[in-house]
Structures are given as structure tokens and as C-alpha cells.
């Protein structure tokens, strides 16, 4: 099932000097169940592409649909809080609260009471390979692997179908990266969620199911 779609995107970045195109012309479909990759060099679009996804601005042309529904129409921060949960590069983790603590937040934001929160948040912990262990530790006692797991874990606390990742395997070894993206694979396979993966390493394209190339704002092909 087609949960987002892109329908001939353009985006464009405006200073003083110049107009840069970022996106032209972009249409592609992302469905539940599988995991994509979203390839190209820097400045390719790529994470434009995911920006406009995830309610963070609109296209110039064109319209991201979610559901069958135009982010023109929808109340992007609602959209933002409740339908799309984002994985960074840089993990984003608040330091000052236990890996627990950073999986119950977006719980408790939604009323969520923190015993159950809690709960959750240790089921979540062991669904991406943590364990007790890990519960209470804060972000700078965990390795960095470690730390992208709890970022994951706290993306599904969202309790949404659709997940983005920008770069998330960037600053991690080429072993743990790897792990990081069979674990995204697994989620999209077993779990049915939408995971879009924006990378710049190539060799993430035989472990996904989809594979976008950006290159110059165009979208070249997909397999």
C-alpha cells in the first residue's frame, strides 16, 4: 500500500546571487512494508527530498501526497508530530535523559501516563537489540551504534507507519552501519513499516528493497 507520494516536485533555493534548483520534476512512491534508499552525492536533492516528505516545507511545484492527501492541505505540524517519525545522522538524543527516558518523550507528549510510557519504552529498547543494560544509561555511556538503536526505538514510540532516515549510519563504522540498516530492513519487513533511507553510500543498495538515485536534482532511475 502507497503510504507517500511524490508528484512532479520541483524545489528550488533562492539568495541574492543565484536560484538553485534542488529538485525537478521528481515523482516516485513509497508503500508500507519495504525499505528504500535514496542515493546520491551531496547536493544531490536527496535530502531536500526528504525535507518536503516530512512536512518541513512544501514543493514550489508539484505536492507530496500522504495517504492520498496533499501536505498543501494538511496541518503540518500536526503532520510532523503525529504521522512521520525522522532518524538523524546525529542521533539527537537528549543527554541529559537515560536512553529509557528519551524513548518515553514523544509517548508522554501525546498523554501517554509514564508508567505505561516506561513499559513501552523497554519493549522498544529490546525490539532494536538492547537490553537492562541500556535502560538507564545516558546517550554519552553508549557507544555510537548503541545510540542510533535508541533513535530508532524512539522513532517507533511515535506509533506511525512512516519513517525517514537522514544519513543514520554517517557516523557510525562500516559493520555497525550495516547493522543498523538490516535492523530498518527488518522493521519495514516484519513490521510493515515505510522506511526511506537517505544515504550517500552506495552500498546500502543490496540490502533495501528500493533504491532512488539523485543526481542534480533529477531522479535517474529506480530498482
Known sequence: MCIIRLDSVQYSY???????????????????????????????????????????????????YFRGQSTRDLDLDQYRRDQVAIIYQSFRLFPLLTAAENVMYPMELHGIKPRVAKARAQDYIRSVNLGETEFNRFPSMLSGGEQQRIAIARALAMDTDLILADEPTGNLDTATARNIIELLADLAHDQNYCIAVVTHDREIMDMVDVTYQMRDGVLLQDE
Open 14 to 64: 533562492v539568495n541574492r546571487y543565484q536560484t538553485v534548483e534542488a529538485l525537478e520534476n521528481v515523482s516516485c512512491s513509497f508503500e508500507q512494508g519495504k525499505i528504500y534508499a535514496i542515493i546520491g552525492k551531496s547536493g544531490s536533492g536527496k535530502s531536500t527530498m526528504l525535507s518536503l516528505m516530512a512536512g518541513l516545507d512544501l514543493p514550489k511545484q508539484g505536492d507530496v
